[in-house]
């Protein structure tokens, strides 16, 4: 439980140029990758951001096509938040931020065009390939979507396209990798006082006033954006969290993707 005694000392100290601990504003905490990390699955990975530790897991399974991309694959990722992850978490269907963690790396994903969908098609208007992304928070100590981006992108870098046999799919048996023409990354930018910070744990999260979700590929382009919560950014403050998410992007690609 964080008191406001604790809020207040928050506030004050990143008010004087620094963070509780020692980071700078634009550094991320120690970000860990284990791909592969769940056997009977596609593809998986497990992320650790600091304390934060989210695990993702991908299927491939065939279904039908939506009618008005019918020579294409599908996408689908759900995000689960449970009691054992934050005791701010509840049991029960996915609630708001559930759905919007999923929806926004949902989006990051499809709209960075890395994945071509064509490619996972096996018989136009009747049968493709479903990419099935589950997001599994495990801890949360802050700033679980891009912890949750980065955990689905090595999910999907380690996917592996099960082999199909009388129409029947023959897993632990593959056909080839899935190919991702792009590396999208999220980056989470919070305001608190007149202050941008980068990758907030859980305490600065208690004492944000706006949040913002930059998803940017390997170009620099920008493919996402959310704003969420109640706070609001100024033009010079937006302009100012896309070059830092373009910067840190770089960063996490170049040290954790290359």
């Not at 991320?28 to 998986?44: D, F, L």
């Not at 269907?93 to 065009?113: F, K, M, Q, Y």
């Amino acid at each position: 439980m964080i008191t406001e005694i604790d809020k207040n000392y928050i506030r004050e100290i990143i008010a004087t140029g620094k963070r509780a601990d020692g980071r700078k504003f634009d550094q991320y905490r120690e970000i860990e990758i284990k791909k592969g990390y769940v056997k009977n699955a596609e593809g998986s990975a497990l992320v650790k951001i600091g304390e934060t530790e989210v695990l993702v897991g991908v299927k491939m399974e065939i279904g039908e096509p939506f009618p008005d991309t019918p020579d294409e694959g599908v996408l689908m990722v759900n995000a689960e938040l449970t009691p054992i992850a934050s005791p701010e978490f509840e049991s029960g269907p996915p609630n708001e931020n559930a759905i919007e963690l999923a929806r926004v790396v949902d989006r990051g994903v499809r709209e960075s065009g890395a994945i071509d969908f064509k490619k996972l098609c096996i018989t136009p208007g009747e049968k493709v390939w479903m990419i099935c992304v589950d997001i599994h928070v495990i801890n949360d100590s802050g700033n679980l979507m891009d912890a949750s981006s980065i955990a689905t992108v090595a999910s999907l870098l380690d996917t592996k396209i099960p082999r199909i046999e009388d129409e029947e799919i023959k897993r632990g048996e593959y056909s080839g990798k899935l190919e991702l023409k792009n590396i999208p990354i999220a980056c989470t930018i919070v305001k608190i006082g007149d202050r941008l910070l980068v990758d907030p744990d859980f305490e600065e999260e208690s004492v944000t006033e706006g949040k913002i979700t930059i998803v940017t590929i390997d170009d620099g382009s920008l493919c996402a954006i959310q704003k969420s919560g109640i706070g609001g950014f100024t033009p010079e403050e937006i302009y100012k969290a896309i070059d830092i998410s373009i910067e840190q992007g770089k960063k996490i690609r170049d040290k954790y993707f290359r």
